[in-house]
């Protein structure tokens, strides 16, 4: 069984919380170790999951020394005292997932969550948006570059084109589909039309 060492959890960690947690895991192993019977039983009884010493949204890598072998009830401790000490919501929430405390469903949507808010905190520091603008017009002036991505491109494909050619008849065959878009444009160009107009 792979874990990491005590001296790489020491070199990685500051704090005791979380050291604490990974240090019984190491001495607990090394006790099993010497009775193969024990091993064999808590093997067959435990689920282990890869944890990051230092978290990947923290700077951590995924590199053998920063990963440790935990069971389920373990990785979810090591979130919980990693949440306390930095306050990362990216812990809370795998904490929160780990001890069945959210569904599955709920995890995914508060990372997406999280990871919008991130997002929109980037896109409102002019000095981001300057270098992505900067990073992107090098990237399209590369006419490689430009090649690579005609050449991804679904509509480049002519078996991807064919397929969405059979698709559209397929719903433009539908009435009611056909009278839905009518409506819906309509909608969006009434709407359009009294924005435009000014307000007395």
């Avoid at 090098?138 to 690579?148: E, F, G, H, I, T």
Wanted: aromatic share 8%; hydrophobic share 30%; with cysteine.
């Amino acid at each position: 069984m792979m874990v990491a060492s005590e001296g790489a959890a020491r070199r990685r960690l500051s704090g005791g919380g979380l050291l604490e947690c990974i240090n019984k895991i190491v001495l607990h192993e090394t006790a099993i170790s010497e009775d193969s019977n024990t091993t064999r039983e808590y093997q067959l009884m435990s689920i282990y999951h890869i944890h990051h010493i230092v978290p990947r949204h923290m700077g951590g890598t995924d590199d053998p020394s920063n990963l440790i072998e935990l069971t389920v009830e373990e990785h979810a401790d090591a979130h919980l005292r990693l949440w306390e000490e930095y306050g990362s919501e990216y812990d809370l929430i795998a904490y929160l997932g780990l001890s069945k405390m959210i569904e599955h469903i709920e995890v995914l949507d508060r990372i997406a969550s999280e990871s919008g808010k991130k997002t929109s905190k980037l896109w409102a520091d002019p000095e981001f948006r300057k270098k992505h603008s900067e990073g992107m017009k090098k990237l399209w002036s590369d006419p490689a570059y430009r090649k690579r991505q005609s050449e991804r491109s679904y509509y480049n494909n002519p078996s991807y084109r064919e397929k969405q050619k059979e698709w559209n008849k397929k719903l433009w065959a539908d009435p009611e589909l056909r009278k839905k878009h009518s409506d819906a444009v309509k909608r969006g160009m009434a709407a359009k039309k009294s924005s435009s107009q000014p307000s007395d």
